[in-house]
């Protein structure tokens, strides 16, 4: 079961590696960013570094190098993003601003996976101790923050696509991959709590379980929202070309 949970992770983060990659291609292409809703993809990408930091304390690698990898696609999505956003909209303080913290989170990301590959890799324990108190409760906090983030990050895009019936907008593999992840990472926190309960994680401590069952009920939450955002998008899109990629 084990090996499943594994394989099934890296499924999950391969599919957080590349969500940021159509609105890449397309906006690379198109050279304009419409219809979009900015909030989102700067939620995401703040969510992207919780979860760095939550692997990183659950000492879990498919979600650093997932974070890590996703990051620096995502990074250059909204780089894209900022440079063709309507002037109109935005001031070159902004703008320089936006580039400022998109760069600045991609660093903290970059330091998280170095510090992960020294503690888990090269010298194991070096820098934390999983089973220590202050580990777990840093543990419980981003299993309730990280979730919750991300969980609200494509809400303001699906509201506004749905208000303005443009989700059609949207690549299509942008929008089947936010709904893959969301599903493959269900399937990775139900198989973990009950390899918890088979005694498969060995001495793992209690906290292990709840906050794989917090991270379950608010994953679940981000699905829902994912599926509406897929839905709206296959009733917007009929009759129109379809933007694949």
Same mark, same amino acid.
């Given at each position: 079961m084990l090996l499943s949970i594994e394989i099934i992770? @890296? $499924?999950?983060a391969i %599919? $957080? /590696?590349?969500?940021?990659l159509p609105q890449l291609v397309y906006i690379s292409k198109? *050279?304009?960013a419409e219809n979009l809703a900015l909030s989102s993809y700067w939620i995401f990408n703040l969510s992207l570094l919780l979860f760095s930091l939550y692997g990183f304390f659950l000492g879990l690698s498919q979600l650093v190098f997932a974070e890590l990898a996703g990051s620096i696609i995502f990074s250059a999505t909204l780089f894209v993003m900022i440079k063709y956003w309507n002037s109109n909209e935005m001031s070159h303080f902004k703008r320089k601003l936006n580039y400022a913290l998109i760069l600045f989170i991609l660093i903290i990301i970059i330091i998280i996976s170095l510090l992960h590959i020294i503690n888990f890799y090269v010298d194991a324990n070096s820098l934390l101790d999983q089973n220590s108190n202050a580990v777990k409760v840093i543990q419980a906090l981003l299993a309730m923050f990280a979730p919750f983030i991300g969980t609200l990050a494509f809400l303001p895009q699906t509201i506004k696509g749905i208000k303005e019936k443009n989700l059609f907008s949207l690549p299509f593999f942008f929008v089947a &991959?936010? #709904? %893959? #992840?969301?599903? #493959? @990472?269900? $399937? /990775? @926190?139900? %198989?973990?709590i009950h390899a918890y309960d088979l005694g498969l994680y060995g001495n793992m401590s209690f906290v292990f379980k709840n906050t794989s069952i917090l991270s379950l009920i608010l994953q679940s939450v981000s699905l829902i929202i994912a599926a509406l955002q897929f839905g709206f998008w296959i009733r &917007?899109? *009929?009759? *129109? *070309? $379809?933007i694949w990629f």
């Open positions: 992770g @890296w $499924i999950a %599919l $957080i /590696v590349v969500v940021g198109v *050279k304009k &991959d936010v #709904f %893959l #992840f969301n599903t #493959f @990472w269900i $399937i /990775v @926190w139900v %198989l973990r &917007d899109v *009929k009759g *129109k *070309k $379809i």
